[in-house]
């Protein structure tokens, strides 16, 4: 099956740095990969997400990148403010197959931005 | 949002009880799923339905039991729990179809076992 790790489990930066949040998977047949954001006491939302046939996507100051042959995406958020604050979680999933639909999620990034 | 509701929001139960855990989703997603979200711990896929048939059960207790009566409703009835089952439970819905979309979560049961 599908194993997705994801790094750091912990990141600090200062408001208005960048972050990044790495993952990689290990079934070539996963084609979707979406990032989830957490905050305390609250649903994971859908942050952004990228399908296999493209390489990057940008929404405002949240990006996400996928490489295919290396089998890693990586979420970058710019000009990080104390509200990004929360746990973000990668994951994916393939669109056939008798796991068709389910999700495989990395164990998140605790993301602390300090003003 | 209130695409997928879950109830009650919080839950504190003897281990000796029987409880049940509801979520119901408005989005007209075919596919409805349980995960276990514990402290400092990752999401734990416990229960995949999809059309109401259950494709997946993750070596899951069985004091833990689903059930999915069609595909907006979604159970999970509890019996003799221990106290490590304590956790945040989340209910999450979507279309399970070749086209990849994304789940959708509920806010979740915050179970306490006493």
């Known amino acids: 099956g599908e194993n997705v790790e994801q790094h750091p489990s912990t990141l600090s930066v200062q408001e208005g740095d960048s972050a990044v949040i790495k993952c990689t998977y290990s079934d070539s047949a996963s084609n979707y990969f979406p990032w989830y954001k957490q905050e305390l006491g609250k649903r994971p939302q859908l942050i952004i997400d990228i399908r296999s046939n493209v390489g990057e996507k940008k929404d405002q100051r949240i990006a996400v990148t996928l490489n295919k042959t290396a089998k890693h995406f990586s979420l970058h958020i710019t000009e990080t403010q104390p509200e990004d604050s929360a746990v973000y979680f990668c994951a994916a999933s393939r669109d056939r197959g008798s796991t068709l639909g389910r999700l495989y999620f990395g164990r998140g990034t605790q993301l602390t931005v300090w003003p | 949002e209130t695409g997928v509701t879950q109830t009650p929001r919080h839950l504190v139960m003897g281990m000796t009880n029987k409880k049940s855990l509801k979520c119901e989703q408005h989005l007209g997603h075919n596919a409805m799923y349980w995960y276990k979200q514990s402290a400092k711990k990752p999401l734990e896929l416990m229960f995949v339905y999809n059309f109401k048939e259950q494709t997946e059960n993750n070596s899951v207790p069985s004091r833990f039991s689903p059930e999915c009566p069609n595909s907006s409703h979604l159970f999970l009835h509890l019996h003799t729990l221990q106290p490590e089952d304590s956790a945040l439970y989340l209910c999450?819905?979507?279309?399970?179809?070749?086209?990849?979309?994304?789940?959708?979560f509920g806010d979740g049961t915050r179970l306490s076992i006493l």
């Open positions: 999450a819905s979507s279309q399970a179809d070749r086209s990849n979309q994304p789940q959708h």
